[in-house]
């Protein structure tokens, strides 16, 4: 596979991951519920950390890919407390 290729499948993917983010922030937004709210927020947090890999994987640097992991587990941990704040009304038992 040619550099020049792979430059640019990861261009297009981070131009898609975009068109993503502006999606499920206009859901987090305009949702109709709560419910949907928590679930675009959680697709917000798959996108960002999505975006910073391949970010990462344009620069080199390896920073982009702690960073991602980070998001990846406080998407994880905020999107449990707030489904269980939804279903619930309390976080903390």
Not at 15 to 35: D, S
Not at 38 to 54: I, K, R, S
Request: charged letters at 15%; one cysteine or more; a neutral charge.
């Amino acid at each position: 596979m040619s550099v020049a290729l792979l430059e640019w499948s990861v261009l297009v993917a981070q131009l898609l991951l975009g068109i993503a983010m502006i999606c499920t922030m206009w859901r987090m937004i305009v949702g109709p519920r709560a419910q949907d709210r928590v679930l675009a927020l959680d697709a917000f947090y798959v996108t960002a950390m999505l975006m910073l890999v391949t970010l990462g994987m344009r620069t080199n640097i390896t920073l982009y890919f702690e960073i991602a992991l980070i998001i990846a587990l406080l998407g994880f941990a905020g999107t449990v407390a707030l489904g269980k704040f939804l279903l619930r009304g309390e976080v903390i038992e």
